[in-house]
């Protein structure tokens, strides 16, 4: 009989279908090509996969701009090829989680359309409309992707909200017909056989709506302060629970804004969410500017943000654990070497991501240690965080500057198509693939790696087997160790008398660590061949049991 909570044993596999397989050669990746692939992703050992928004969206954000709630792409296919992945991953025993955007809805969106066209209209109140203030807007709110957050409207001459782009018009939560209305979209995927939900930018959905000026220039913590963490967000989480209680459904939040002191406010054992994702380590490199305004990151930093949240989460709740995903750069170009100790690397840092207590979440292309993509212009980018960035970077610094930026953190890097072998289009479409292919993928895909017992691929399938053979390392303690082995990243999982030691080198240089030395240890796991007890090689990854 399955453990209730499957999902604290379970590693998620992220699939962004439009980069993950092109099915029917029209170069944008679909249903089909997910069910054509269903064989790898079982071939991974993982439990359940995440896709991202597959609904009809003019895809203004990559499909986070839903126009209709309850149907599918057409690019994507139809409802009866959604069918189908239900039954072939329920039949391969892989769970499914759909991605549903909650926060803010597309303005082609029935609801918005009839929203906008008077004050007196029965769905004026789905949304946020304010008058402006002497002919300007509300307030000083900045959107995610540049420019305001509130858009006029000349047909009834008032604002309305909009914390992403102007084609993605906040929803208002504080009315409850359309609370309403989006827990029959709950229970229409869920009676589908859905089995867990991620909720977008959940975190928004109670803000601020007394709209005060925000008083701070850093975006995240505009975003903490003002967009998140409103006053009613317990009360519409416990109301998003209930349905997902009556099918025993997942969910896990996505939340800009949650810090450790409130993370637990989405978690309530009775009323919250099952998991959270937190950006602790995902904005350490962002300065005050947000995504476009890189700093450099500390390793000291990097680990305490993990101490921090096991910390806050770990006895009440349950963590998730990510690295990459479709909304930031390849991890392995991120926090590793993706030039000199690519391998090496790329393995370090999945050692680091299946041994961490929390549910893990692998992004599609992280287990081949797929890097970031070369744009060579803005043009050639898909994504409007990036475009509008653009507009906004263009009056100060030059497009190369700007690329440099873009090159480093954008999310095009994460939204290249998945490379399975080194046919034309890495296997990805036989027709001309919707956005730029990276160049190394020739050498870096499925194919080639699929028997190679030495890959990146194969690594990860043994890491997962160690972490689902193990349950040490599923609800074993997590516990930092501070050492003065600078580029070492030291912990200890414990679970009863059973302790292991995990050592993760996160610099290119060889360390020898006289605290590692010191203790008696047996070598159980690592990304070397050949053990080496007294040295930690660069980017090496190895996990011990210590008695
Ligand atoms: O890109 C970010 C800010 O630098 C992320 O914080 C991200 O925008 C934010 O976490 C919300 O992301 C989610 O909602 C967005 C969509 O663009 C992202 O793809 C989605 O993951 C709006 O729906
Ligand atoms: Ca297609």
């Given amino acids: 009989m399955e453990s209730k909570d499957w999902w604290k044993e379970a590693v998620v596999y992220q699939v962004y279908p439009r980069s993950f397989k092109d099915g029917n050669g029209d170069g944008v990746g679909d249903i089909a090509g997910i069910i054509d692939k269903v064989n790898y992703i079982k071939s991974l050992g993982v439990n359940a996969v995440w896709i991202n928004p597959i609904y009809p969206s003019p895809n203004v954000d990559g499909g986070y701009d839903i126009s209709d709630y309850t149907g599918i792409q057409p690019e994507f296919g139809d409802m009866h090829d959604f069918d189908r992945l239900v039954k072939v991953l329920h039949e391969k025993d892989i769970k499914l989680v759909m991605d549903l955007v909650l926060n803010h809805s ?19 109140d789905f949304y946020f409309w304010r008058p402006g203030k002497k002919n300007n807007v509300p307030n000083n709110w900045p959107s995610f992707f540049g420019g305001s957050a509130w858009e006029f409207d000349p047909l009834t001459e008032e604002y309305y909200l909009h914390l992403f782009s102007k084609e993605q018009p906040d929803l208002n939560w ?19 056989g859905v089995d867990g939900l991620r909720l977008d930018v959940i975190s928004a959905i109670s ?17 903490e302060k003002y967009y998140a963490n409103g006053p009613r967000l317990k009360e519409f989480i416990a109301e998003l629970k209930q349905v997902a209680d009556e099918y025993g459904a997942f969910t896990i939040g996505e939340g800009p804004g949650i810090t450790p002191l409130n993370a637990l406010d989405y978690l309530d054992s009775r009323n919250g969410l099952s998991l959270i ?32 949240w096991n910390d806050a989460i770990s006895e009440k709740g349950w963590l998730s654990i990510f690295l990459g995903n479709h909304d930031f750069a390849r991890l392995v170009s991120r ?76 999310r095009d890097n994460a939204r290249s198509p998945m490379q399975w072998d080194n046919s034309a289009n890495g296997g990805f479409t036989t027709g001309k693939a919707w956005m730029t292919l990276n160049s190394n993928r020739s050498v870096i895909n499925v ?34 160790i501070q050492t003065d082995d600078v580029g ?52 090496e990854a190895v996990v011990f049991k210590v008695d």
């Fill in 106 to 124: 597309s303005s082609l969106h029935p609801w918005f359309i009839e929203s906008r066209k008077s004050k007196q209209n029965p769905y004026r």
């Fill in 174 to 192: 504080e009315h409850e017909p359309l609370r309403t209305a989006v827990k029959e979209i709950m229970r229409f995927w869920l009676d589908k």
């Fill in 207 to 223: 803000k601020r709506t007394d709209f005060p000026d925000a008083d701070t220039q850093d975006f995240n913590e505009t975003i």
């Fill in 277 to 308: 994702f937190h950006f602790g380590h995902m904005f350490l490199d962002q300065g005050p500017g947000g995504r476009f305004d890189p700093v450099s990151w500390e390793l000291d930093e990097f680990k305490n943000v993990f101490k921090k």
């Fill in 335 to 410: 926090w590793g070497n993706d030039k000199d100790f690519h391998s090496e690397s790329s393995k370090m840092l999945l050692t680091l991501l299946l041994t961490m207590p929390g549910t893990p979440f692998i992004f599609q292309g992280d287990e081949i240690g797929m890097t970031n993509l070369k744009l060579n212009s803005v043009s050639e980018s898909k994504d409007i965080e990036t475009l509008r960035g653009w507009e906004q970077a263009k009056q100060k610094i030059s497009e190369e500057e700007f690329l440099k930026k873009v090159n480093y953190a954008g």
């Fill in 447 to 480: 194919a080639n790696e699929e028997h190679d017992p030495d890959s990146i691929l194969n690594y990860f399938r043994k890491m997962v087997t160690v972490r689902k053979e193990n349950k040490i390392l599923m609800y074993g303690i997590y516990e930092s």
């Fill in 488 to 539: 070492l990243f030291l912990y200890y999982r414990i679970l009863g008398l059973e302790k292991w030691l995990v050592a993760l080198n996160f610099s290119s240089q060889h360390i020898s660590s006289l605290f590692l030395n010191s203790i008696a240890k047996e070598r159980l796991v690592g990304n070397y061949r050949q053990e080496d007890l007294m040295i930690i090689r660069p980017w």
